[in-house]
């Protein structure tokens, strides 16, 4: 459960020039969608300094469950961390370009999420207040691959590539607090995913050569009600295509709580 909209908020913030150039964040969300149906905790950070910004977000998910569809452990976790680099962050144009690395990986139900390394450009765009943000991506991607696809053939991605889109919406419709935010990521991946099942319950496996996701949010600030700006309430839909071992179209929706630290 990708969270990259944290970006949005801490680069408007930066170029509103507020004091605070740190946020952490926990989200605490419990996915509807009927093949999870778990409770997922993300952890997010976002951190300046006069060399550019360090992002991460870590997803634990609670969805190991038993005979009785009572939850025992944790099925996955699944880490992002990306830097990006902007020295000339005062120069007309240029200013608005930051070079970014990033590191994907993690472990889900058994399967691993495999290293992925990546390396290119973000683009920042803004309204003239700032309560409307955008962040383009252009990244190369290299993802560590281990074995054969279902044809024996090493597996290789068919153009190492990742475009990412990020968006922030402050005060939307005017109404101080809620927030509208997300992201949307599509990649090239030789993976497999399962298309059906066999007479004896057997998963049918097949190659897929992309993903994509997106994971658009909507929040809340209740706290700010009664002296608590800290908690916000909203909630998720992943939309996806080909993601993860799941083939071809899914929307989950998600309902959670977020406290910024």
């Not at 996915?31 to 149906?37: E, I, K, L, M, V």
């Not at 910004?53 to 634990?60: A, G, K, L, Y």
């Not at 680099?85 to 495999?114: A, H, R």
């Not at 990244?139 to 991605?157: A, C, E, F, T």
Request: proline fraction near 4%; charge should be negative; hydrophobic fraction near 40%.
């Amino acid at each position: 459960m990708s969270k990259k909209t944290i970006l949005a908020v801490a680069v408007a913030t930066l170029a509103l020039g507020q004091v605070a150039k740190a946020q952490t964040n926990l989200q605490v969300f419990y996915d509807f969608a009927p093949d999870r149906q778990h409770v997922t905790t993300t952890l997010e950070g976002f951190y300046t300094d006069n060399w550019g910004n360090t992002f991460f977000f870590m997803d634990h998910d609670f969805g190991s469950k038993n005979d009785q569809n009572q939850v025992y452990a944790p099925s996955g976790t699944y880490l992002e961390i990306a830097r990006c680099l902007n020295f000339w962050q005062n120069v007309p144009v240029l200013g608005d370009f930051s070079l970014q690395v990033e590191y994907n990986g993690g472990v889900y139900n058994g399967y691993t999420i495999n290293n992925a390394f990546l390396g290119g450009i973000d683009y920042f765009l803004h309204s003239s207040d700032f309560k409307n943000t955008f962040n383009f991506k252009l990244l190369g991607k290299y993802i560590h691959y281990q074995g054969n696809d279902l044809s024996g053939n090493p597996r290789m991605s068919l153009v190492p590539l990742q475009f990412t889109f990020v968006w922030g919406m402050q005060d939307l419709f005017g109404v101080t607090g809620l927030r509208f935010s997300g992201f949307a990521d599509f990649w090239f991946e030789s993976h497999s995913v399962i298309t059906g099942f066999d007479a004896l319950g057997l998963p049918q496996w097949e190659d897929r050569p992309f993903v994509f996701i997106s994971e658009p949010q909507i929040w809340y600030n209740v706290g700010q009600h009664f002296g608590v700006p800290n908690l916000n309430i909203g909630g998720e839909v992943e939309l996806s295509y080909d993601f993860g071992t799941s083939a071809g179209f899914k929307a989950r929706p998600c309902a959670g709580i977020k406290w910024v630290f």
